[in-house]
């Protein structure tokens, strides 16, 4: 299918920013499931477009003028595959992703919880799933009940969070089951223009046969067809959309706004 995407990330300051640097993750990843038919970025300052460690398409955007504003705006058009595809082995062995981060390190109640939840199985993609679902069960999501900041071990003790904390906590538990897991940002067309379009997923380590599987915990299901994928990491900050650092500037207020649709009329 086709997904027609816009995203718009504007940033307002109570004074001038004398200098800033953002880093994009904006760009369509080259994966199997997916191709860009059409992409733009659209924004001020000067960009350098690099590959990270992790095979993503970054941009590192840098505005050396007094601004009080930044708009970014990414649009484009998206061909999806119909199946379940292998995703993109990536750069890194995926033994690279069973290293914990801050914010995906397991604690003794989470290993307790991730040994319960697959107890006896063995297949790759038959623990896979039981973690999702016992993620999905203990987890209840709950929009503003947490910050991007919160860890894994955070989140599964307040026992709410939202896709990105269902994505953490699986990771979390994954990682001290010895499976390689993966964080995955992106958008997701729901075809409820209500709904919040963008999201985050996991990627899991199958075996050699059948590399990395995408897995939406949040939906519980195959994360294929209406999933665009723009990055993939070891937890949000490596994945993370837009991120930057400013010299003054005082208070910020941030603004996204994200449309998914299957046509451009939509």
Known sequence: MQLHIRHET??????????SVQSLRLTPRRDPGQRALEWTISAPGRRFEQTDAHGNVAHLLTIEEPHREIAIVVRGVIETAGGEARQED???SPLAYLAPTRLTSADADLRAFACASVGNLHHPRARAEALSD???NAVRYAPGAS???DDAAAVFKAGAGV???HAHVFLACAHALGIPARYVSGYLYTGDSRDIASHAWVDVWAGAEAGWRSLDVTHQRP???????????RDYLDAAPVRGVRQGGGGENMEVRVLVAESAQQ
């Open 10 to 19: 504007r940033y307002r300051y109570d004074r001038p920013v004398k200098y």
């Open 90 to 92: 990536g750069p890194l």
């Open 134 to 136: 016992a993620v999905f």
């Open 147 to 149: 910050g991007v900041h």
């Open 163 to 165: 896709c990105q904390d």
């Open 223 to 233: 994360a294929i067809s209406r999933y665009c994928r723009l990055a993939v990491g």
